[in-house]
C-alpha cells in the first residue's frame, strides 16, 4: 500500500451497534440501569467503609480504592456507549478515542495489580497473623496503591503513544463498541509492521496477566498450605471465608480479562469480541459490589444499620 493512500483519521465510527432505534432502546435501557447501579453500588461500599470505624483496616481500604477503579473504569466506556446507542452518526473523534484507551487500559491495569496487592494482604493476614498488624501498616497501604495506580498509569502510555501516530486506511469505521487496541490496529496501514505490533501487544498484555495471576497464585497456595494445617474444620472455614470475595472477584475479573487479550491469533469473530469486551466492561464491575456486599458480614450490618437510622429518628420525634 503506498502512502499516497493513507489518511490520518479525525474520527472513527462504531459499527457495531445496532443501527435500529428500537435495538438500540433495548440496548440502552439495560445498560443504563447497569451502570447507574454500577455507581451506586460502589458508592455504597465506599461511604459504608469511610462511615464505619471497625471497617477502616487494610483489607477494607483496598476492597474501597478497588470500588473507586471501578467507577472511573466503566465511566471510560460505558457513557460513550450509551451516548452512541442513541447518537445517529454513532461517531467518536481521534483524540477522544486516544483518551478513552489510555484510561481504560490503565484503569484496567490498576484494577489488576490491585487485586495482586489483596492477595498479598491476606496471605498476610492468615500466614502471619501476629505480624501483620506491624507489616501491613497504613502506609504500607498507600504505598501499594500507589504503586498500582503507577504501574497501570505508565504501562499503558507508550503503545496508546504510538497507536495515535499510525495512518490509517480510508475506512474508518471501528467494529467495536468502544476504542481498544486491536479493532484500531486492524484499520491501521502498516502492513507487516501493524501485524508485528499485533503481536508484540499480544505478548505484552500477556506477561502483565500471567505474571499477576502467577503472584496470585502463589499467595494463594502459602494461605491454602497454613489454612491446611489447622486442626478443627471451624478454624479452616474461617480462614477460607476472608478469602471467599477475593477469591470470586479475581476469578471474575481473570476469566474475562483471559477470553478478551489472551489471544494470539486476529481470526475471533465480531460477536465473540463484542460479547467477551461487554463481559469484562459491564458484567465484572456489575457483580463485583454484590459479592463485596451481599457476601461480607461487615458491610452487610454496616447498611442495615445506616439504613434502619431514618426509621429510629422518626420514632424518636412523634
Not at 501516530?165 to 476504542?179: A, I, K, Q, Y
Request: with cysteine; aromatic share 14%; net charge neutral.
Amino acid at each position: 500500500m503506498e502512502n499516497s493512500n493513507w489518511t490520518t483519521a479525525q474520527e472513527f465510527i462504531f459499527s457495531a451497534f445496532p443501527r435500529d432505534w428500537g435495538d438500540a432502546l433495548t440496548c440502552f435501557v439495560p445498560l443504563l440501569f447497569i451502570y447507574a447501579f454500577i455507581l451506586i453500588g460502589n458508592l455504597i461500599v465506599i461511604t459504608v467503609v469511610q462511615l464505619n470505624a471497625h471497617l477502616h483496616t487494610p483489607m477494607y481500604f483496598f476492597i474501597s480504592t478497588l470500588s473507586f477503579l471501578e467507577i472511573w473504569f466503566t465511566t471510560t466506556c460505558i457513557p460513550l456507549m450509551l451516548s452512541s446507542l442513541l447518537s445517529e452518526k454513532k461517531n467518536i473523534s481521534l483524540n477522544i478515542c486516544m483518551v478513552q484507551l489510555y484510561f481504560f487500559h490503565s484503569t484496567g491495569i490498576s484494577e489488576m495489580c490491585l487485586l495482586g496487592a489483596m492477595a498479598f494482604d491476606r496471605y498476610l493476614a492468615i500466614c502471619k497473623p501476629l505480624h501483620y498488624p506491624t507489616i501491613m501498616t497504613p502506609r504500607l497501604c498507600v504505598q501499594l496503591i500507589l504503586v498500582c495506580c503507577v504501574c497501570g498509569f505508565i504501562t499503558p502510555l507508550p503503545e496508546v503513544v504510538w497507536i495515535s501516530t499510525l495512518p490509517f486506511c480510508d475506512s474508518n469505521r471501528l467494529e467495536h463498541v468502544f476504542c481498544d487496541f486491536f479493532p484500531l490496529l486492524r484499520l491501521a496501514c502498516t502492513d507487516t509492521q501493524a501485524i508485528i505490533m499485533i503481536q508484540v501487544v499480544d505478548v505484552i498484555h500477556a506477561m502483565e496477566i500471567v505474571a499477576d495471576i502467577f503472584f496470585i497464585l502463589l499467595s494463594y497456595a502459602g494461605i491454602v498450605v497454613v489454612v491446611l494445617r489447622i486442626r478443627s474444620a471451624e478454624g479452616r472455614r474461617k480462614a477460607f471465608s476472608t478469602c471467599a470475595s477475593h477469591l470470586m472477584v479475581v476469578s471474575l475479573f481473570f476469566s474475562t480479562v483471559g477470553l478478551t487479550y489472551l489471544r494470539f491469533s486476529d481470526t475471533h469473530s465480531l460477536i465473540w469480541d463484542i460479547a467477551t469486551a461487554l463481559a469484562f466492561t459491564v458484567l465484572c464491575p456489575f457483580f463485583n459490589p454484590i459479592i463485596y456486599s451481599l457476601r461480607n458480614k461487615e458491610i452487610k450490618e454496616t447498611i442495615k444499620k445506616y439504613m434502619s437510622q431514618p426509621r429510629i429518628f422518626s420514632h424518636k420525634t412523634r
